[in-house]
């Protein structure tokens, strides 16, 4: 396919197409698709370990006595009470009480702070930042200018410490430090997408190639892969991980997303009291985990009952791990109690899905 112009591209773009890999647009960059085929990909991160090209992420720095406070009230879950080389998963939120975006906040010294924003919405989520931020407070957003890196899957720890600067292994899940890898500057965090063990690896953008190899190299013997974007989507559609502009954006509130165990509502933050009614009445309709029998279900798709419309897909596929077709979507409350029966409608037939227990996939601890 031809790739439309005035696409950003990564560092990394040159390693990709070294790789074989297939590059499409994606949130206005072009990115890494496939290598060697995304059930293939997808089978190396849940069995061995897979490298993603994730630069196309922004990463926005805080600096200042007041930045832990000032993101506390921007973000649902608990800031205030992040402790220094502690990650954590949250909502940005508006006054309506919807989803600006979700975020992973890094508390990496006692005044300094790193929250990771999805592509799509760095130009947004910089302004809407900038708009509550108080004087005392320095932003910087570094999105441009960093590259992220992220082995993933269960021999992702061994083979990073061969290229670290420290054994990785001791970081907790969710947590951050800062260190070398492959000789550069890097922040590393135990955080991913993908519902198996794994890092993220943050540096500047003129350091990225050089990681990008080392852990390629590292990781050779292991049966490592380079990852792209189709499994990358497979891999956090079994772990029942949200993808924004699919289960959430403005128009959705946490409740109903079934991310309420991100929001902190003894605390004040952005949208905070519209959360917390919604909390409380109960929302009209909820995100369901579908199995779908016969077909697989798309972002998009009709979801119906009985023959009438009453919901929608956000996101399907075939689970190359559960080996079933996949969905989330949006239904009624009273039809998203695990066990209810619904259909997915697919080219205009009504193919019987089963609402079930999520995720679809969790690894064995």
Not at 318 to 330: D, M, Q, R, S
Request: proline share 4%; hydrophobic share 45%; aromatic share 6%.
């Amino acid at each position: 396919m031809s790739i439309e112009a005035g696409l950003r591209r990564t560092p990394l773009y040159e390693r990709h197409l070294a790789l074989g890999a297939r590059m499409v647009p994606f949130a206005g960059w072009e990115m890494p698709i496939q290598y060697a085929g995304i059930v293939t990909e997808h089978r190396a991160v849940r069995g061995a370990a897979g490298l993603f090209d994730l630069s196309h992420m922004g990463e926005f720095w805080f600096e200042g006595p007041g930045a832990l406070r000032a993101l506390d009230g921007l973000i649902s879950s608990d800031i205030a009470g992040l402790a220094v080389g502690h990650a954590r998963y949250g909502l940005l939120t508006n006054e309506q009480g919807t989803i600006v975006d979700d975020v992973i906040t890094y508390r990496v010294a006692a005044e300094r702070v790193m929250v990771v924003v999805n592509a799509s919405n760095i130009e947004k989520d910089a302004a809407h930042v900038r708009r509550h931020l108080p004087s005392d407070v320095r932003f910087d957003d570094r999105s441009m200018q960093t590259a992220l890196i992220a082995p993933q899957g269960p021999r992702a720890a061994a083979i990073l410490s061969r290229a670290a600067g420290m054994n990785v292994d001791d970081l907790m899940p969710f947590g951050v430090a800062e260190t070398t890898v492959a000789g550069a500057k890097a922040t590393v965090a135990r955080t991913g997408y993908t519902g198996e063990d794994g890092f993220e690896v943050f540096v500047s953008n003129g350091d990225a190639a050089r990681v990008w190899d080392a852990i390629l190299e590292a990781g050779k013997d292991d049966g490592i892969q380079p990852i792209g974007l189709g499994a990358r989507d497979t891999l956090r559609l079994e772990s029942r991980f949200s993808l924004y502009g699919n289960e959430i954006d403005e128009t959705t509130n946490p409740i109903e997303a079934g991310l309420a165990w991100t929001c902190k509502l003894d605390k004040e933050f952005l949208g905070r009291d519209r959360i917390a009614q919604v909390k409380e009445a109960g929302p009209a309709r909820r995100i369901a985990g579908l199995v779908v029998n016969g077909g697989v279900a798309r972002h998009g798709h009709p979801v119906a009952k009985d023959g009438a419309i009453v919901g929608v897909v956000t996101s399907g596929t075939f689970g190359p791990t559960v080996e079933k077709n996949i969905a989330l979507a949006y239904v009624p409350a009273e039809l998203a109690k695990v066990g209810s029966q619904v259909s997915a409608r697919i080219r205009e037939k009504d193919v019987p899905a089963t609402v079930v227990k999520t995720p679809f996939y969790r690894r064995a601890t």
